[in-house]
């Protein structure tokens, strides 16, 4: 299993072989190549509330959803607060201009909807993209140490299966870029809040460092711990190992950047 690094008309994303593979859908991993914008955020910043002109980032995702094969008209947004609600995605959702004010707070979307582009952000936080193949459903997760502790991305494998049926055996799974463990240094405030709501098993991907009271944090590994034991075969669930903070090359990592950044989005379409 891996991920295909593409490049159409400047714009270079990634996109899951798995997924692509199954057929039925468009999606795509973006990275901070291809775009218009300038300065801290040049160039294909998708983030509407940076420091951004708004012909910038509209010519943007008009560029993006070109590349990926989605529909800049149907966009579904996220309003992520680090938390673990999953909203089902429906047409109304879709906004009638990109800048408008999203009514709802969430992290994760998911739809048996064709032709809604689910659309999640990240700087380094995990974007995890959802799809039964069999069952026609779709999922796109923002999953933060937070989120992930909240368990978020198997709260949306179970909302695929209690609302479309799906069965997370057939649930295909892709874990785009975020920050790694090489990168992710924390407090003992993270890996005691993480084991606390998701128990002694998620210690395998916490480790201690030299430095007293610091520790490395493998979210992606966690994430696939969750994935597999929500009944996701490990042969479904594909991770993108590159670490967004050892790559500004590539994309934009808060932890690296602060605020002098843009933000990469992942989306995914069920194709009509």
Not at 82 to 103: C, E, G, M, N, Y
Not at 119 to 144: E, F, M, N, Q, R
Not at 207 to 219: H, I, Q, R, W, Y
Request: hydrophobic share 40%; with cysteine; charged share 20%.
């Amino acid at each position: 299993m891996a991920f295909t690094k593409q490049t159409k008309d400047n714009v270079v994303f990634h996109t899951s072989d798995t997924l692509s593979a199954a057929g039925g859908v468009a999606h795509g991993f973006a990275t901070r190549l291809g775009g218009v914008s300038t300065g801290p955020c040049a160039q294909l910043n998708l983030g509407l509330s940076r420091h951004d002109r708004p012909e910038a980032v509209r010519e943007n995702y008009t560029r993006f959803c070109a590349a990926v094969g989605t529909d800049e008209k149907s966009l579904v947004m996220t309003h992520q607060v680090h938390q673990d609600t999953v909203r089902v995605a429906k047409r109304s959702d879709v906004l009638a201009d990109l800048f408008d004010p999203i009514p709802y707070d969430a992290d994760g979307l998911v739809t048996n909807e064709p032709g809604l582009c689910l659309t999640i952000y990240y700087a380094d936080c995990i974007p995890v993209l959802l799809y039964d193949p069999g069952k026609k459903v779709i999922a796109a997760v923002h999953s933060g140490w937070r989120g992930t502790a909240l368990a978020i991305a198997p709260k949306a494998v179970r909302k695929m299966a209690d609302l479309y049926g799906s069965r997370p055996q057939d649930i295909l799974a892709a874990i785009g870029p975020g920050i790694g463990p090489c990168c992710f240094e924390t407090h003992d405030d993270v890996p005691t809040a993480m084991a606390a709501q998701l128990g002694d098993g998620v210690m395998a991907y916490i480790k201690a460092l030299e430095t007293p009271g610091k520790f490395s944090v493998d979210l992606k590994g966690i994430l696939t711990w969750q994935l597999t034991a929500a009944g996701l075969s490990p042969h479904h669930v594909e991770v993108l190992t590159q670490c967004t903070g050892c790559h500004p090359e590539l994309w934009w990592s808060h932890r690296k950047m602060g605020d002098q950044r843009g933000n990469q989005a992942a989306m995914i379409q069920l194709i009509p």
